[in-house]
């Protein structure tokens, strides 16, 4: 059974840091690429940032750029994805999905994702 698994999430101040992890097990997902996403209460989801499946490109939507960094760690055939988060921002709020694209194609449209998290809930406050 393929499972992303998200953990991290919380209550942080502000200018403050967070990292999410993303375990990914039930397939190889040695070979998919993995991304990560977020949706606000009211909002659609939105791309927040995206690596390929052997780490060495990295994709980020602008509002991110900068400030927060994914990178994916893949040992004897288990994957975990992770995302710093820096400097963190109220607007950041959100429940963030992990999520994994089987073949090559656009990492930043969620309808083309083939696996998702449950999802992490994030909250920033001032």
């Given at each position: ?21 993303c375990a990914a097990s039930g397939r190889t997902f040695g070979t998919c690429d993995m ?16 690596i390929n499946w052997s780490g060495g490109s990295t994709y980020y939507a602008d509002s ?63």
């Amino acid at each position: 059974q393929v499972q992303l698994v998200e953990s991290g999430g919380g209550l942080v101040q502000a200018g403050g840091s967070l990292r999410l992890s993303c375990a990914a097990s039930g397939r190889t997902f040695g070979t998919c690429d993995m991304a990560w996403f977020r949706q606000a209460p009211g909002k659609v989801r939105e791309f927040v940032a995206a690596i390929n499946w052997s780490g060495g490109s990295t994709y980020y939507a602008d509002s991110v750029k900068g400030r927060f960094t994914i990178s994916r760690d893949d040992a004897r055939g288990a994957v975990t994805v992770y995302l710093q988060m820096d400097s963190l921002k109220l607007e950041d709020t959100a429940v963030y999905y992990c999520a994994a694209k089987i073949l090559p194609g656009d990492l930043t449209a969620a309808s083309e994702m083939d696996h998702w998290g449950k999802g992490t809930l994030v909250t920033v406050s001032s």
